[in-house]
């Protein structure tokens, strides 16, 4: 059996080499840009938001239990759906961008989380949405 010369090559091989670079070409660019860093002002950002999502998910748990309200207990439990949802988003993003993400809302979203634990019930209601600002 002959080997394929270059002109074989080029009349049967090319169509297929050149579909070939034309479909992996941008799926590495993509990847390429996909893990390009983030400035630290971008960091800084998805850092803000997985904080208020931790903060948010946590607080609503705290009302599932602590309100006086059903409407409130609902309520949360949707508030819970989206962040779960939301930190799930980031997370992905965070990898392909190869940025870190906290586990804990900051020092003072934990303060305030604790102050507002101290109450139930109807006190509770009226503290959560102050509180978590």
């Not at 930190?87 to 003072?108: G, M, T, V, Y």
């Not at 979203?109 to 600002?133: I, T």
Request: hydrophobic content about 45%.
């Amino acid at each position: 059996m002959r080997q394929p010369t270059f002109k074989h090559w080029i009349n049967h091989q090319w169509p297929a080499a050149l579909a070939l670079l034309l479909f992996s070409v941008p799926m590495l660019l993509n990847s390429a840009m996909a893990a390009e860093d983030l400035s630290s002002r971008d960091r800084g950002y998805l850092k803000d938001i997985a904080q208020a999502s931790l903060v948010q998910i946590e607080a609503s748990e705290l009302a599932v239990v602590k309100s006086s309200s059903q409407d409130v207990r609902q309520l949360a439990r949707e508030v819970i759906r989206e962040h779960m949802l939301v930190s799930d988003q980031l997370k992905q993003l965070a990898q392909a961008k190869r940025a870190e993400l906290p586990d804990q809302p900051s020092l003072i979203q934990q303060a305030k989380f604790r102050l507002l634990s101290a109450k139930d019930g109807v006190e509770f209601d009226q503290a959560m949405p102050r509180r978590l600002r």
